[in-house]
C-alpha cells in the first residue's frame, strides 16, 4: 500500500472520529438541567405538587359469565358449542346470570335466547316440558310462525302413548280415495232399474170401441254386478259376494315432517287444583255434647282416561291440510322424532302402485284352488279337582 493511500484513510476515519464526538457533544446540551431542591434556601424553586386535581382512573374487577354465540329459540336444549364466557363488570353481575358452563350445558331454553345474549338462571330450565308453562301456558311452545291446533289419537296412533310436550313427530296422513258419478256427485255404483214391456193381445170393448192395453213390467237389479253370456248362450246377471257390495277405496297415503308436540291431552292449570277450594272451618262444639262424626269422605278419584287429543303446531298451510284430513276421516299415525333431529327428508306418497313398482312385487297368477285354514292347536281345558277329592 503507498503513503498517500494511508494518508487518505487516516484523513477519512478522522473525520468520521470528529463527527462522532460532535453528535455527543450536542446531545449532552439538550438534556434539561437537573434542579436541586433544597429546603428552606432563598432562591430555591419550589418542589412540583405531588397531588392533581384530575381523578385517577381505576379498572373495575370483571368476572365471566355464560352467553350465547347464535339465537336459539324457546324448548332447544344448550350445548357447548353455542356458549362461550365474556367478562363484565362484577357490580353489573347478579346472582342470576350463569358464570360456568357447566350449570348451562344440557338445559332447555324457557324464551327465545338471542345471539350475544347473557344467561341467566331464569331464561333455562331442567325439564322441557316446563318449558313456558308456569308463565305463558301452552302458547310460549309454538314457535313464530306456526299455528297449533288438535287433532284425535289413540294408543296405536300415538306411539303408544310415548309423546310428551316438546317432542317432534311426523304426521302420517292416509286419504281414502272412492268413484263418484259426475253429474250426482254421489258414489259409484249407481243403482239401475231395467224395463220390459210386454204387449197383451186383448182388448176391452165398451160400446162400439175396443181398446186395446199394454202393460209393463219393471225388474230392479242389484247396483253391483254385470250382465254375461254363458257358453250355454244364457244370459245372467253376475254380481260380487254378498258379504262384500262395496268397492275397495283407492289409498294414499303422505307424510307432514316435523311437527312440534305442543300439548298432549287436555290443558290443566298449573298447581293442584285443590288448593282454589277453601277449607271449611269447623264448629265449635258446646260442652258437654259428643263431638259429631265427620261425614265420610269423598268418593274415590276414579283411574283417568288416557289422553285421546294431542296438540300440534305447524305452518298454517300444513294446518288446513291437517284440519281437512280429520273432517274426511282419514288416518292420522305419528311417528316420534330424535332429539335434535329436524331434517328434512324427501318422501314419496305411497300407493299400490309405488309398492309393486319399489319393491318388485309380482303379482301372482289367478289360481282355481287355495289353502283352508285349519286351526288344530285347540285345547280343552282340564277342569280342576272338585274339593274333597284325590288327586288323580
Known amino acids: 500500500m503507498s503513503r498517500r493511500t494511508i494518508l487518505i484513510l487516516i484523513f477519512f476515519f478522522g473525520i468520521v472520529l470528529l463527527s462522532i464526538v460532535l453528535v455527543v457533544f450536542l446531545l449532552q446540551q439538550d438534556q434539561p438541567t437537573a434542579t436541586t431542591v433544597t ?65 348451562a350445558v344440557a338445559l332447555f331454553a324457557r324464551t327465545d335466547i338471542y345471539q350475544g345474549e347473557t344467561l341467566t338462571y ?16 301452552p302458547s310460549s311452545l309454538i314457535p313464530p310462525g306456526y299455528v297449533a291446533q288438535s287433532v284425535p289419537m289413540n294408543r296405536l296412533t300415538s306411539v303408544a302413548y310415548g309423546l310428551s310436550e316438546g317432542d317432534y313427530v311426523d304426521i302420517m296422513v292416509t286419504f281414502f280415495f272412492r268413484q263418484i258419478d259426475e253429474e250426482f256427485q254421489t258414489f259409484l255404483p249407481n243403482d239401475a232399474n231395467f224395463y220390459l214391456e210386454e204387449v197383451v193381445d186383448a182388448a176391452e170393448a165398451s160400446g162400439s170401441t175396443i181398446t186395446e192395453t199394454t202393460t ?17 248362450g244364457d244370459l245372467v246377471h253376475i254380481r260380487p259376494n254378498k258379504d262384500d257390495l262395496s268397492p275397495r277405496p283407492v289409498q294414499v297415503t303422505m307424510i307432514i315432517q316435523n311437527a312440534r308436540v305442543i300439548q298432549v291431552g287436555q290443558y290443566t292449570l298449573p298447581g293442584n287444583p285443590a288448593d282454589f277450594v ?3 272451618t269447623p264448629e265449635p262444639v258446646a260442652e258437654g255434647e259428643a263431638t259429631p262424626t265427620p261425614p265420610p ?3 274415590p278419584t276414579a ?26 276421516n282419514a288416518q292420522l299415525f305419528f ?23 319399489r319393491f318388485n312385487v309380482e303379482i301372482p297368477p289367478n289360481l282355481g284352488y287355495t289353502v283352508e285354514s285349519t286351526d288344530i292347536r285347540q285345547v280343552t281345558p282340564t277342569p280342576p279337582p272338585e274339593e274333597g277329592s284325590a288327586p288323580e
Open 303 to 328: 283411574t283417568p282416561l288416557p289422553p285421546d287429543v294431542i296438540v300440534l303446531a305447524l305452518q298454517p298451510q300444513q294446518q288446513l291440510l291437517l284440519r281437512y284430513a280429520v273432517d274426511v
Open 297 to 299: 269422605s269423598a268418593i
Open 39 to 103: 429546603d428552606g434556601t432563598e432562591g430555591a424553586p419550589a418542589p412540583e405538587s405531588l397531588e392533581s386535581d384530575e381523578p385517577i382512573e381505576t379498572v373495575p374487577p370483571m368476572v365471566e359469565v355464560v352467553v350465547s354465540l347464535q339465537t336459539v329459540p324457546r324448548g332447544h336444549q344448550m350445548t357447548e358449542d353455542i356458549l362461550a364466557l365474556d367478562l363484565r363488570p362484577v357490580d353489573t353481575v347478579s346472582n342470576n346470570v350463569i358464570t360456568s358452563l357447566d350449570d
Open 122 to 137: 331464569d331464561t333455562l330450565v331442567d325439564d322441557i316440558t316446563k318449558v313456558g308453562l308456569d308463565s305463558y301456558g
Open 278 to 280: 277453601p277449607t271449611p
Open 335 to 357: 311417528a316420534l322424532r330424535g332429539v335434535n333431529d329436524g331434517q328434512l327428508y324427501t318422501v314419496e306418497n305411497m300407493t299400490l302402485d309405488y309398492l309393486l313398482e
Open 216 to 232: 209393463a213390467a219393471i225388474f230392479t237389479l242389484d247396483p253391483i254386478g254385470r250382465f254375461e253370456e254363458l257358453p250355454t
